[in-house]
């Protein structure tokens, strides 16, 4: 029955299309029985707490359990293309689980667009032929959102991939949760808790601006869990003049400081709109020219949104005349330890997706969903954002207890 296949892919499954004239019960009955025995392995996008948890929960169910071999790609996607990879024995894996950042090293490299030797090249051929050559039956990338769309383009172009969700932006479509939020979470509440009495000590404005990238859960989160004044999320464009309003009543009240926390990407009404209409020009560029300027525009408008928490911060200053300072939590929200909760998000993950494989699930990024886990198909994924709901039950809750959103 198998007999015409190709010779050179009988010993791997890694490849799910073959060029001539094969039926696709046949593809069907191959990819059914040709069985694993190597995968691989990278991190891509910014590190998050819990990527080490995951790389072990992957890594030890496809030893342990399955007695497959794992090898591990350096730096993201390069790794791929560069031949950098290491064998992830139990040695290798033994230790990590409560390590931060990465063993592999990551890189927001794009295997459609990679720099190679001052050339911007696509690799997506290479990728593949290295994978084939290699014998790597399919390749894990622990991603965000980007990386599920650099995943789902190389599905595309036959590679067996599954992707797990990490990032502490909590950001990607499709999952309950992705590793590395709940450790950036704990950092920046903490920070929020640490900024309350030197606020309160010199009569202050605190502006403390946390990550997210386009999405509020972070700030959301770590607002409500540290009791900040002021929430400030990509989500709900603000108004300063109430943010204002709201300092001085608390004033008012006999409070005399707030602390103010403000999402990287939050943005005021008046820059909402100028980013709406920027993004409104890509969406309907016509030309590719078009859309180049269009993304000129928005990347020139991005440039002068960096000041933006140090903007707010005078401005706050200038209406309530208490004197403001900024924190600037940045990578320390994203360094250290993982907590317990994504240690164990990311080892469910991990072990998830090394059953998936085994079942040839690919194409897929393991989602969790309640107590369990699920496949998500990528393009489900891919390219997609979870934002906060302006009607969230997180939201609401924040103005139940008087916490101002800037609206
Ligand atoms: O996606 C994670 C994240 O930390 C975002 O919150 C932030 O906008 C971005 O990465 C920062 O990226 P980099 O580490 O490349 O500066």
């Known amino acids: 029955m198998l007999g015409d296949l190709p010779a050179g892919e009988l010993g791997s499954g890694f490849v799910r299309q073959w060029p001539g004239t094969c039926s696709i019960e046949r593809k069907y009955l191959f990819q059914m029985t040709t069985k694993i025995k190597r995968i691989g392995i990278l991190t891509a996008g910014g590190d998050s707490p819990g990527l080490n948890a995951a790389i072990r929960g992957v890594g030890k169910a496809a030893l342990g359990h399955y007695g497959w071999e794992i090898v591990g790609f350096r730096d993201g996607f390069r790794g791929l ?71 789902l383009r190389l599905h595309r172009a036959g590679i067996n991939v599954i992707t797990l969700p990490k990032t502490i932006d909590n950001d990607v479509a499709m999952t309950d949760a992705t590793f590395g939020y709940a450790t950036a979470l704990d950092i920046a509440t903490e920070a929020i808790d640490r900024l309350h009495s030197t606020a309160h ?38 108004n300063v003049v109430k943010i204002a309003d709201a300092i001085r009543q608390r004033s008012k009240r006999g409070s005399n400081f707030s602390i103010v926390a403000v999402a990287e990407g939050a943005l005021s009404r008046d820059d909402a709109r100028i980013y709406g209409i920027a993004q409104k020009k890509l969406d309907r560029a016509a030309t590719l020219n078009g859309k180049i300027e269009a993304k000129h525009e928005i990347a020139a408008l991005d440039v002068r949104h960096q000041g933006n928490t140090l903007r707010l911060a005078a401005q706050l200053e200038e209406l309530t005349h208490l004197e403001s300072r900024v ?81």
């Open 201 to 238: 000590s010199h009569h202050r404005i605190i502006v403390a601006e946390i990550m997210g990238h386009r999405a509020g859960w972070l700030t959301l989160g770590a607002g409500l869990a540290g009791g900040a004044d002021v929430i400030l999320i990509p989500e709900i464009p603000y």
């Open 81 to 151: 293309v560069e031949n950098r990879r290491i064998s992830l024995d139990r040695a290798a894996l033994s230790g990590i689980l409560t390590t931060g950042g990465t063993i592999l090293g990551t890189s927001r490299d794009k295997p459609h667009r990679m720099v190679i030797n001052g050339e911007t090249r696509d690799m997506t051929g290479v990728i593949r032929n290295n994978l084939r050559k290699w014998g790597i039956d399919c390749l894990v990338c622990l991603g965000g959102g980007g990386t599920a769309k650099n995943a």
């Open 327 to 407: 924190t600037i939590l940045g990578h320390v929200q994203r360094g250290g330890t993982p907590c317990a909760a994504d240690r164990m998000l990311a080892t469910r993950l991990g072990t998830a997706c090394a059953d998936l494989i085994n079942e040839r699930r690919f194409g897929v990024m393991v989602a969790a969903r309640g107590d369990d886990t699920e496949p998500v198909p990528l393009d489900k994924v891919a390219g997609k954002l979870k934002s906060v709901p302006r009607d969230h039950s997180l939201v609401e809750t924040a103005r139940r207890v008087g916490t101002c959103l800037g609206d």
